[in-house]
């Protein structure tokens, strides 16, 4: 790798410092109302853009749709954000002593920095650089850059837009979408199913995205964008992700979305009913971009309501996902057992919030699809014995914001089905329930 | 394979030390200041003459009077009344 095992701890160290001195540096920024670079550019409370962060307002939908411009803008526009965290598995296995080396050990999970400022009136950005606490590695996080603008009088109005971005439903402005979508934070270090479709997490940080939206009288809204790989001109959206994670897709693939809005009450309520998509041809070596790719058609429906006050705020969220898997490179080439698969992705999720202040979250959870047990091997722990990507279960997380930018998060995980059955899913007699878990978070921005 | 996978961590964190270096100075190069009062529209949020709840733009953190008895928004474009409201309201602390 270019450096040897009497290095890394030493890098470590300068990486910590490295960040250390971030956070020092923006607590010198910050004025007393610590907060990031948006609330700072707008004056406004977290809380107006945020039932709770990160879910949106209809005031955090405008603001986003309208290219992250609105407000003044900052000489430093830059924020950080800090998460660290404990997990504890309900059942370690001593006989797979990897998969549970950070059971228990409190770990600086994630810090990142933002740059997320208005440039121009038309034109802002949000992106991310995050440093990895478990994997001891820094990249780019999401990376949304916008021009917006907006044409109509008192009765009609279109807000217009282009988005270039690095994972597909990083732009969209509902917390349906995989991006965005709950749980807003967990655990990067417990036991995680062995299967999820593309639009969740499958090109993140990979791909360069272009493309155009719009919102019709707050009522319609609409994207169409192409994804193309990270390469020369957009290698930035994927710096610091190794090559042998970066996927190689061909061409440029579609990606869709619609959806109907609608507030009322002067937007204490809002609901949205909508639908996105993409379709992906990945060549199955992101080391080799050349030959035949497999495909991934990816048809999403979602919906919100969202009631928002200074006591009381609650919201609701369902998303289904289906994908057609058509391995046209990879089952001849001995990867898959089938030539085709299907994967079903549901979640669902309920919030409420007293003040602001106090808050629970109640998620469901399940992957379904056709067993291909060379796509999902037998392994134990990790594994499924049946070669089923088959999960399901519930999230139940407790917040406390101490302050408006801290957030204190106790998460529960419970798995009723994992990568196939309650019990014994992985042929060595581990059961799903094994992998519940609970994670407790501390959140801060900066 | 290997040829992939050669970039140092010290050559890494370089780079990405440039990269961010680059893109936090790029609005202090932009040319010119950006309006200071907002630029959405007053109807994308909701924005009404009157208080509401008890609320109104004269205690809201993005108000600022212009000394005419009206004021500007840093959200919405044009003149607002302190007695005004929209959904973006956020208490002035």
């Given at each position: 790798?270019?450096?040897?095992?009497?290095?890394?701890?030493k890098l470590n160290v300068v990486m910590t410092s490295v960040i250390a001195a971030a956070i020092l540096l923006l607590g010198v920024i910050n004025d007393a109302n610590a907060v990031p670079s948006f609330a700072?550019?707008?004056?406004?409370?977290?809380?107006?853009?945020?039932?709770?962060?990160?879910?949106?307002?209809?005031?955090?939908?405008?603001?986003?749709?309208?290219?992250?411009?609105?407000?003044?803008?900052?000489?430093?526009?830059?924020?950080?954000?800090?998460?660290?965290?404990?997990?504890?598995?309900?059942?370690?296995?001593?006989?797979?002593?990897?998969?549970?080396?950070?059971?228990?050990?409190?770990?600086?999970?994630?810090?990142?920095?933002?740059?997320?400022?208005?440039?121009?009136?038309?034109?802002?950005?949000?992106?991310?650089?995050?440093?990895?606490?478990?994997?001891?590695?820094?990249?780019?996080?999401?990376?949304?850059?916008?021009?917006?603008?907006?044409?109509?009088?008192?009765?009609?109005?279109?807000?217009?837009?282009?988005?270039?971005?690095?994972?597909?439903?990083?732009?969209?402005?509902?917390?349906?979408?995989?991006?965005?979508?709950?749980?807003?934070?967990?655990?990067?270090?417990?036991?995680?199913?062995?299967?999820?479709?593309?639009?969740?997490?499958?090109?993140?940080?990979?791909?360069?995205?272009?493309?155009?939206?719009?919102?019709?009288?707050?009522?319609?809204?609409?994207?169409?964008?192409?994804?193309?790989?990270?390469?020369?001109?957009?290698?930035?959206?994927?710096?610091?992700?190794?090559?042998?994670?970066?996927?190689?897709?061909?061409?440029?693939?579609?990606?869709?979305?619609?959806?109907?809005?609608?507030?009322?009450?002067?937007?204490?309520?809002?609901?949205?009913?909508?639908?996105?998509?993409?379709?992906?041809?990945?060549?199955?070596?992101?080391?080799?971009?050349?030959?035949?790719?497999?495909?991934?058609?990816?048809?999403?429906?979602?919906?919100?309501?969202?009631?928002?006050?200074?006591?009381?705020?609650?919201?609701?969220?369902?998303?289904?996902?289906?994908?057609?898997?058509?391995?046209?490179?990879?089952?001849?080439?001995?990867?898959?057992?089938?030539?085709?698969?299907?994967?079903?992705?549901?979640?669902?999720?309920?919030?409420?919030?007293?003040?602001?202040?106090?808050?629970?979250?109640?998620?469901?959870?399940?992957?379904?699809?056709?067993?291909?047990?060379?796509?999902?091997?037998?392994?134990?722990?990790?594994?499924?014995?049946?070669?089923?990507?088959?999960?399901?279960?519930?999230?139940?997380?407790?917040?406390?914001?101490?302050?408006?930018?801290?957030?204190?998060?106790?998460?529960?995980?419970?798995?009723?089905?994992?990568?196939?059955?309650?019990?014994?899913?992985?042929?060595?007699?581990?059961?799903?329930?094994?992998?519940?878990?609970?994670?407790?978070?501390?959140?801060?921005?900066? | 394979?290997?040829?992939?996978?050669?970039?140092?961590?010290?050559?890494?964190?370089?780079?990405?030390?440039?990269?961010?270096?680059?893109?936090?100075?790029?609005?202090?190069?932009?040319?010119?200041?950006?309006?200071?009062?907002?630029?959405?529209?007053?109807?994308?949020?909701?924005?009404?003459?009157?208080?509401?709840?008890?609320?109104?733009?004269?205690?809201?953190?993005?108000?600022?009077?212009?000394?005419?008895?009206?004021?500007?928004?840093?959200?919405?474009?044009?003149?607002?009344?302190?007695?005004?409201?929209?959904?973006?309201?956020?208490?002035?602390?």
């Amino acid at each position: 790798m270019g450096v040897n095992a009497m290095q890394m701890p030493k890098l470590n160290v300068v990486m910590t410092s490295v960040i250390a001195a971030a956070i020092l540096l923006l607590g010198v920024i910050n004025d007393a109302n610590a907060v990031p670079s948006f609330a700072r550019q707008t004056n406004l409370e977290c809380t107006s853009c945020h039932l709770s962060w990160l879910e949106l307002t209809p005031t955090g939908r405008q603001f986003k749709l309208n290219g992250y411009t609105l407000g003044e803008r900052q000489p430093i526009p830059l924020a950080g954000m800090l998460q660290a965290s404990i997990t504890k598995t309900n059942h370690v296995d001593n006989n797979v002593p990897d998969a549970f080396k950070h059971d228990k050990d409190v770990k600086l999970q994630q810090v990142s920095l933002f740059l997320s400022t208005k440039y121009t009136d038309h034109i802002g950005s949000f992106i991310q650089w995050t440093y990895d606490g478990v994997e001891h590695h820094s990249s780019i996080d999401n990376a949304d850059i916008r021009f917006a603008d907006r044409i109509g009088d008192k009765d009609h109005s279109l807000i217009y837009g282009i988005t270039l971005n690095n994972n597909p439903t990083v732009q969209d402005v509902y917390n349906t979408v995989p991006v965005w979508g709950f749980p807003y934070a967990s655990s990067s270090v417990a036991i995680a199913p062995n299967a999820s479709t593309m639009l969740e997490g499958g090109l993140s940080q990979q791909v360069a995205g272009l493309g155009a939206y719009f919102s019709w009288n707050k009522t319609i809204y609409g994207e169409l964008s192409a994804y193309h790989t990270a390469d020369k001109i957009f290698s930035p959206l994927k710096a610091g992700i190794k090559d042998t994670d970066a996927a190689k897709i061909d061409g440029l693939n579609p990606y869709w979305r619609l959806a109907l809005q609608h507030e009322w009450n002067a937007g204490t309520n809002s609901a949205m009913i909508g639908t996105y998509g993409m379709t992906v041809d990945k060549y199955p070596d992101n080391l080799n971009p050349h030959g035949p790719t497999d495909r991934f058609k990816d048809i999403a429906f979602d919906a919100q309501y969202q009631y928002i006050t200074d006591e009381h705020r609650a919201s609701a969220q369902i998303n289904w996902i289906h994908e057609k898997q058509e391995w046209n490179a990879s089952f001849p080439g001995g990867s898959t057992s089938n030539s085709s698969d299907t994967l079903k992705s549901f979640h669902a999720k309920a919030t409420y919030y007293y003040q602001m202040k106090y808050g629970i979250n109640v998620g469901y959870f399940s992957i379904r699809g056709g067993a291909d047990p060379a796509l999902y091997p037998a392994d134990e722990v990790t594994g499924s014995a049946t070669g089923s990507p088959n999960t399901s279960g519930y999230i139940v997380d407790l917040n406390y914001l101490p302050k408006r930018d801290v957030r204190l998060v106790l998460q529960y995980t419970g798995y009723t089905k994992f990568n196939g059955a309650k019990q014994n899913y992985d042929g060595f007699g581990r059961d799903a329930s094994d992998n519940n878990s609970i994670y407790a978070l501390l959140w801060m921005m900066f | 394979m290997e040829t992939a996978v050669k970039i140092s961590r010290r050559a890494m964190l370089g780079r990405s030390a440039a990269l961010l270096a680059s893109i936090a100075i790029l609005p202090i190069l932009m040319p010119s200041k950006p309006a200071v009062a907002g630029s959405a529209a007053k109807e994308d949020f909701n924005y009404q003459d009157q208080p509401r709840n008890g609320k109104s733009c004269t205690s809201c953190s993005a108000f600022t009077p212009d000394g005419t008895g009206n004021g500007t928004c840093r959200i919405v474009a044009g003149t607002v009344k302190p007695t005004g409201w929209c959904m973006a309201y956020s208490e002035r602390n």
